[in-house]
C-alpha cells in the first residue's frame, strides 16, 4: 500500500511563510510526478503545483506563481512546498498526490493522479 503523509501546515500571518512536506512510502513505491493541490471550505479541489522526477521540470497555477516553489528530494521520497507571500485567499487544506506514469510535461487534473494523502491545513490571517 502506497501512503502519502502531509506535514508543516499550520497558522501564519499574511506576507508569512510555510513549507509543506510530502513523504511517499509504502510497497516498491515509485512515481513519475508528484502535484499540490488545495481545497477551501465550499470549494472545489484546486490544483497548485507539480513536479517530475524525471528532469526536476515544475508548474504553477497563476495565482501562486512566484510565491510558491515546488521541489522534491528523490533519496527521501518527499517533495516539498515552500509557500512564502501567503495571503488571506491562501486559506485551504493542502494535498499531496502521486502520479505513477508521465506522458506529459505537467497534471492538474485531479483525477489524472493516483496516490492522495490525508491534508493538511493552513490557515493565512489577515
Known amino acids: 500500500q502506497v501512503q502519502l503523509v502531509e506535514s508543516g501546515g499550520g497558522s501564519v500571518q499574511a506576507g508569512g511563510s510555510l513549507r509543506l512536506s510530502c513523504a511517499a512510502s509504502?510497497?516498491?513505491?515509485?512515481?513519475?510526478?508528484m502535484g499540490w493541490f488545495r481545497q477551501a471550505p465550499g470549494k472545489e479541489r484546486e490544483f497548485v503545483a507539480s513536479?517530475?522526477?524525471?528532469?526536476?521540470?515544475?508548474y504553477y497555477a497563476d495565482s501562486v506563481k512566484g510565491r510558491f516553489t515546488i521541489s522534491g528530494d528523490n533519496a527521501k521520497n518527499t517533495v516539498y512546498l515552500q509557500m512564502n507571500s501567503l495571503k488571506p485567499e491562501d486559506t485551504a487544506v493542502y494535498y499531496c498526490?502521486?502520479?505513477?506514469?508521465?506522458?506529459?510535461?505537467?497534471?492538474?487534473?485531479?483525477?489524472?493522479?493516483?496516490?492522495w494523502g490525508q491534508g493538511t491545513q493552513v490557515t493565512v490571517s489577515s
Open positions: 509504502g510497497r516498491t513505491f515509485s512515481s513519475a510526478a
Open positions: 513536479f517530475k522526477w524525471s528532469g526536476g521540470s515544475t
Open positions: 498526490a502521486a502520479r505513477r506514469t508521465v506522458m506529459f510535461e505537467h497534471y492538474i487534473y485531479t483525477d489524472e493522479y493516483d496516490y
